[in-house]
C-alpha cells in the first residue's frame, strides 16, 4: 500500500484546498443531478412527443410504433438488467428508481441508421412511465447485433 501525504504549513492554504476540492465535488453532483432531472423530465406520453423526441436524438422512424408493449420493471435485477441499466445510466435514467412499476416499450423502425439504410433491422425502443420517458435504446435485431443509447 502507497500513502501520500500533504503537509501544508498555513492554515490559508489547508482552508483554500479544502475549498477547491468542496467546490469540484458540488459541481460534480448539481452536473449529475441536472443531467437525470433532465432525462427524467422528457415527456413522451403522445405519439408526436415520442416522435419529436426521437427527431431530436437524430434518429428518422416509422410514422407509428412497430410494437407497444407492457412491462413491469423487475424488483430484482438479473445479470442482463444491470447490464441493461448501465446503458441507461450513462444516458441520464436510472431503471432502479422504478423497480416493480409499470411501463410501457414503443418500439419504431429506425431508418436513417449509418450503412443500415432501407434495411427494417434497426430499432429504436423507449421506455414510457406515466408519460415519461425513463430509457431506451437504439439497436440492430439481426444475429450479432448491437445496442447503443438513444443520441445519435
Known amino acids: ?8 504549513r498555513n492554515v490559508k492554504q489547508t482552508a483554500l484546498l479544502l475549498a ?11 452536473v449529475i443531478g441536472a443531467v437525470r432531472a433532465k432525462a427524467s423530465q422528457t415527456k413522451v406520453g403522445s405519439e408526436k ?4 423526441f426521437l427527431s431530436e436524438m437524430g434518429w428518422k422512424v416509422s410514422q407509428k410504433p412497430e410494437s ?14 444491470k447490464s441493461y441499466n448501465e ?3 450513462e444516458q441520464g435514467f436510472d431503471l432502479s428508481d422504478y423497480k416493480g412499476k409499470k411501463a410501457t416499450v414503443y418500439t419504431y423502425t429506425v431508418t436513417n441508421y449509418k450503412g443500415y439504410s432501407g434495411k ?6 423507449l421506455i414510457v412511465c406515466d408519460g415519461k420517458l425513463i430509457g431506451g435504446d437504439v439497436c440492430s435485431v439481426e444475429l450479432g447485433g448491437f445496442m447503443q443509447g438513444l443520441r445519435r
Do not use: G, H
Open 1 to 8: 500500500m502507497y500513502i501520500k501525504t500533504i503537509k501544508l
Open 20 to 30: 477547491v476540492i468542496a467546490l469540484a465535488v458540488t459541481a460534480l453532483v448539481l
Open 49 to 52: 412527443e415520442r416522435q419529436a
Open 68 to 81: 407497444t408493449r407492457e412491462i413491469t420493471i423487475p424488483e430484482k435485477f438479473n445479470k442482463v438488467y
Open 87 to 89: 446503458l441507461q445510466k
Open 120 to 125: 427494417d433491422c434497426i430499432k429504436a425502443n
